[in-house]
């Protein structure tokens, strides 16, 4: 039974999916494999089962629904995961090749008509045949590919009557990844000479064939590759794309994608002088004042910062104000954002309209590193009510054409905020009760401004033409995409 969503989410905020510090792998597959949420890499895996005199008919009956027990937990398909199947004894016989069967339902129907041998135990000698045939071309296997993954399960009860270190040792190096199974009396060095490292992994023991089904689970979540953008384990602002163990980040349509690979800008061409007012008084205290600091380096994380796009300063006051550095003088987000981490604490009062008067007559002015005929943003960001009159300083900014964010925490009076914030307010004011949901807020501020064209200029017709046959090529990918999806649909009803 697939948990619900809050369930789920319960799970992921134990594991702290969204903490700085990174999550268990173990953790991570548990919880996507509980809410239904595993995807399998594209794999070639054959079990090679060692059906020697030594394992008994009924034995062999629980070898067969252990096999099954995995397949069922696997994306099974030619673009997916291919399953074969090879059966050993004093010889060895391909039961499945890897291109047998498309379908889930056709791989059970199949191992379950699988026979022993019954004879010997030549577990060299089918290791040496998964090597030449079972993993050939020629029987379905895939050029090798790091984006395809060879695996071998040997599931064996006892003492090999062959050599088997030189030959798995030639599998691994050829990239096969080896799991070694023993059940019974069975020589676990043997098992260690098979298995790829780390053997922990890759060697495991069952008393008898009676309890070999508690190795499926481990099996499901070696295969299970979480589906990050499902569990919401990633930080895409728009759009995530889900790749096998990862994700990549992606952008709606009239938006692009900013150097930090996860946020997106309507118009990330268009040059910007953008100044952050930071409320430095004694009421945000320290640790919150550090909060602060990574709030703004978010934001510059989302700006395509550069000589000639996106300009940005910094001033802080409380009862005073002081100009932490000008519009201009770092260029690169690295200088940008350790310029932001040094800035130190003020204390004090909360004077904005002070602020907002130092922001309209001189971080915007020329002298202030301001570039004429430049879009103006600022970022006004306090946590308590003003000390002084912000009226006329708020309207000036906004007669003036600077466009106006306001952002409170705690404390802040959100009248002040709305008189502070450009039009529409819903877009330019943000409001939370704690620092630590900052985040969110960074989240959702979006800084788009656009350079104006004149649709006469024969540049413009060209740029419109090419915006054109850009969306009409990603229309077409759309639409191979649905195909694609529609046919592997029809490979799973078949």
């Not at 069967?101 to 040496?128: D, F, N, R």
């Not at 004090?348 to 002015?365: E, H, I, K, N």
């Given at each position: 039974?697939?948990?619900?969503?809050?369930?789920?989410?319960?799970?992921?905020?134990?594991?702290?999916?969204?903490?700085?510090?990174?999550?268990?792998?173990?953790?991570?597959?548990?919880?996507?494999?509980?809410?239904?949420?595993?995807?399998?890499?594209?794999?070639?895996?054959?079990?090679?089962?060692?059906?020697?005199?030594?394992?008994r008919p009924s034995e062999f009956e629980q070898v067969k629904v252990f096999l099954a027990k995995v397949i069922e937990g696997l994306d099974v398909g030619p673009d997916a995961t291919r399953v074969g199947v090879v059966n050993y004894?004093?010889?060895?016989?391909?039961?499945?090749?890897?291109?047998?069967?498309?379908?889930?339902?056709?791989?059970?129907?199949?191992?379950?008509?699988?026979?022993?041998?019954?004879?010997?135990?030549?577990?060299?000698?089918?290791?040496?045949?998964?090597?030449?045939?079972?993993?050939?071309?020629?029987?379905g296997a895939r050029v090798k590919s790091p984006d395809i993954s060879k695996v071998a399960i040997i599931v064996t009860d006892g003492r090999p009557q062959d050599n088997v270190k030189d030959v798995a040792a030639r599998a691994r190096d050829a990239g096969i990844e080896l799991y070694a199974i023993g059940v019974g009396r069975v020589d676990l060095n043997t098992l260690k000479q098979i298995a790829s490292e780390q053997l922990d992994d890759h060697v495991d023991y069952v008393e008898s064939y009676s309890v070999i089904e508690k190795l499926t689970k481990k099996f499901q979540e070696a295969f299970c590759v979480a589906d990050l953008c499902a569990t919401g384990d990633h930080d895409c602002q728009q759009v995530c794309i889900s790749a096998p163990g990862s994700f990549k980040c992606a952008c709606k349509e009239g938006f692009s994608l900013l150097e930090d690979g996860k946020s997106c800008s309507a118009c990330s061409n268009a040059a910007t002088d953008?100044?952050?007012?930071?409320?430095?008084?004694?009421?945000?205290?320290?640790?919150?004042?550090?909060?602060?600091?990574?709030?703004?380096?978010?934001?510059?994380?989302?700006?395509?910062?550069?000589?000639?796009?996106?300009?940005?300063?910094?001033?802080?006051?409380?009862?005073?104000?002081?100009?932490?550095?000008?519009?201009?003088?770092?260029?690169?987000?690295?200088?940008?954002?350790?310029?932001?981490?040094?800035?130190?604490?003020?204390?004090?009062?909360?004077?904005?309209?002070?602020?907002?008067?130092?922001?309209?007559?001189?971080?915007?002015?020329?002298?202030?590193?301001?570039?004429?005929?430049?879009?103006k943003v600022g970022i006004v960001f306090t946590d308590g009510r003003s000390q002084d009159y912000i009226g006329d300083a708020a309207k000036k900014a906004k007669e003036q054409g600077f466009r106006m964010y306001a952002v409170g925490v705690g404390n802040a009076v959100e009248d002040e905020l709305r008189e502070i914030a450009s039009q529409p307010t819903g877009e330019h004011y943000f409001y939370t009760a704690d620092f630590k949901a900052m985040t969110a807020i960074a989240k959702k501020l979006q800084i788009n401004i656009c350079q104006e064209e004149d649709p006469c200029e024969c540049d413009s017709v060209v740029k419109f033409q090419k915006k054109v046959e850009e969306a009409l090529q990603a229309l077409t990918k759309k639409l191979e995409g649905v195909s694609k999806r529609i046919a592997a649909l029809e490979n799973k009803i078949v």
């Open positions: 039974m697939i948990p619900s969503p809050p369930l789920f989410l319960l799970l992921l905020g134990l594991m702290g999916a969204h903490a700085t510090a990174p999550v268990s792998v173990d953790l991570r597959t548990a919880a996507a494999m509980a809410a239904g949420l595993c995807n399998t890499r594209p794999t070639d895996l054959v079990f090679i089962v060692d059906s020697s005199r030594s394992v004894a004093s010889r060895v016989k391909n039961e499945l090749s890897l291109k047998t069967h498309k379908t889930k339902a056709g791989l059970v129907k199949a191992v379950t008509k699988i026979e022993p041998l019954s004879t010997g135990t030549m577990t060299g000698l089918a290791i040496q045949f998964a090597l030449n045939v079972a993993f050939s071309e020629a029987e953008v100044v952050f007012l930071i409320d430095g008084s004694k009421s945000v205290r320290p640790e919150n004042f550090e909060l602060v600091k990574k709030w703004i380096n978010q934001i510059v994380d989302k700006l395509d910062v550069s000589e000639t796009k996106a300009h940005v300063g910094l001033v802080q006051y409380s009862s005073s104000v002081k100009q932490e550095f000008p519009l201009g003088r770092y260029n690169n987000k690295k200088d940008l954002k350790d310029a932001v981490k040094k800035m130190a604490y003020m204390e004090r009062g909360t004077m904005t309209g002070q602020a907002l008067r130092y922001l309209t007559d001189s971080s915007f002015a020329p002298a202030g590193g301001a570039r004429p005929g430049v879009a």
